[in-house]
C-alpha cells in the first residue's frame, strides 16, 4: 500500500489549494479515505472522509462550506479542495485509509501518507 | 463531540521498563478505540484498534484494554524505536471522529 499526497504549498489567506492523494497497492474503491491534518507542534485532527463509492463524505466543522473531500476511483486519487483559506488551516495534511473494506467510512486507519504542507500566511 | 483526554502529556520511562498510557473519553465509546504511534517527522501508525486488536506486524509488547470511557495502552518492555507520541482515537460517534492530545513516551 502506498499513499502519495501532492499539491501542499504556501497560499495567502482566502486563496485555495488542491490537495491529492495517489493511491496503490489496494483496491481503491473497496475502502473508505480520509484527510487527517496536523498544526505545527500540535496533535492530529480529523478534517474530512469519504466513502469507498463517494456517496457519502464527511467533515469537521470548522471547514464546513471551504473543502471539498472528493475521489476518482478510475484514477486511485482522492482530492481536498480548500478554499478561503485561513492561518488556522496550516498543518501537514496526511491521505489515510480506512482499515475496513466496506467502503462505509469506519475512520480508524490502518495506512498513512507521508503528508503535504499547507502553509497559509501572508 | 466526543473530547479524548490523555494523561500523562509526557511520561519518561527507561529502556525495558513498562509504560502504561491513559485515555479517557467524555462519553461512551464502547471498544471503539484506537491508538497510533508517531515518531519525529514521520506518519502516524496504526498500533492497536478494537481497543486490544493489534495490527498487522506490531509488536507483542503494546497491549490495549479498556471499555465505555477509560481505557490503556501498555508497552511491556521499551525498545529504543517506542519512544514516540502516541495518539488515541474514537470511532463510536460520529462525526466528528477524534484525537486525544498525545502523551509522549521519552527516555529517562
Known amino acids: 500500500v502506498q499513499l502519495l499526497e501532492s499539491g501542499g504549498g504556501l497560499v495567502q489567506p482566502g486563496g485555495s489549494l488542491r490537495l491529492s492523494c495517489a493511491a496503490s497497492?489496494?483496491?481503491?474503491?473497496?475502502?473508505?479515505m480520509s484527510w487527517v491534518r496536523q498544526a505545527p507542534g500540535k496533535g492530529l485532527e480529523w478534517v474530512s472522509s469519504?466513502?469507498?463509492?463517494?456517496?457519502?463524505?464527511y467533515s469537521v466543522d470548522s471547514v464546513k462550506g471551504r473543502f471539498t473531500i472528493s475521489r476518482d476511483n478510475s484514477e486511485n486519487t482522492l482530492y481536498l479542495q480548500m478554499n478561503s483559506l485561513r492561518a488556522e488551516d496550516t498543518a501537514i495534511y496526511y491521505c489515510?485509509?480506512?482499515?475496513?473494506?466496506?467502503?462505509?467510512?469506519?475512520?480508524?486507519?490502518?495506512?498513512w501518507g507521508q503528508g503535504t504542507l499547507v502553509t497559509v500566511s501572508s | 463531540e466526543i473530547v479524548m483526554t490523555q494523561s500523562p502529556a509526557t511520561l519518561s520511562v527507561s529502556p525495558g521498563e513498562r509504560a502504561t498510557l491513559s485515555c479517557r473519553a467524555s462519553?461512551?465509546?464502547?471498544?471503539?478505540l484506537a491508538w497510533y504511534q508517531q515518531n519525529p517527522g514521520q506518519a502516524p501508525r496504526l498500533l492497536i484498534y478494537?481497543?486490544?486488536t493489534r495490527a498487522t506486524g506490531v509488536p507483542a509488547r503494546f497491549s490495549g484494554s479498556g471499555s465505555g470511557t477509560d481505557f490503556t495502552l501498555t508497552i511491556s518492555s521499551l525498545q529504543s524505536e517506542d519512544f514516540a507520541v502516541y495518539y488515541c482515537?474514537?470511532?463510536?460517534?460520529?462525526?466528528?471522529?477524534?484525537f486525544g492530545q498525545g502523551t509522549k513516551v521519552e527516555i529517562k
Open positions: 469519504i466513502s469507498g463509492r463517494g456517496g457519502s463524505t
Open positions: 497497492g489496494f483496491t481503491f474503491s473497496s475502502y473508505a
Open positions: 462519553q461512551y465509546v464502547s471498544t471503539n
Open positions: 478494537g481497543t486490544s
Open positions: 482515537q474514537q470511532y463510536n460517534n460520529w462525526p466528528p471522529w477524534t
Open positions: 489515510a485509509k480506512d482499515l475496513s473494506p466496506t467502503g462505509a467510512v469506519a475512520a480508524h486507519f490502518d495506512y
